[in-house]
């Protein structure tokens, strides 16, 4: 069973690595990365329950006081992946900074485009069909 102080460390390693992730300093980005990644490892640790014997089946067949391996590769596997994640994050917020000396991540002016585009209705998605204003008989749709 898992202790109510587990569930809420885990859920304040989330939230506080959720704010640090929204914010817009790269190195406050790979540190909520890092603490979401020990939230999963300690969440998947905490799903294998109770201590208990190697699982390695002797000839007696008692399987009940067994450990679950499961929990144990996946956590094995979110540290490894998190460690690649965290070091290319690691490369690129270095990169970043010997090119530009600043942390902070810039505003996507494409997306601005696209986003202002969109909330006056010049885009228009492939499947999607409107009528232009100047003509209602059918004639003015696009697609």
Known sequence: MISLTLVILVGALFGIGVSL???RSLTR???GLGLIGHAVNLLLLSTGGRAGDPPIVHDD???EHLADPVPQALALTAI???FGVSAFLLA????????????????????RRIALMAREGRLADEHEIRRTPD???GEGLVR
């Open 29 to 31: 980005i790979v540190i």
């Open 21 to 23: 992730i929204l914010r």
């Open 61 to 63: 067949g008692h399987v």
């Open 80 to 82: 490894v992946i998190g």
């Open 135 to 137: 003509n209602n008989d």
């Open 92 to 111: 690129l917020a270095y990169r970043r900074w010997t090119i530009t000396h600043d942390d902070e991540v810039e505003n996507d002016l494409e997306d």
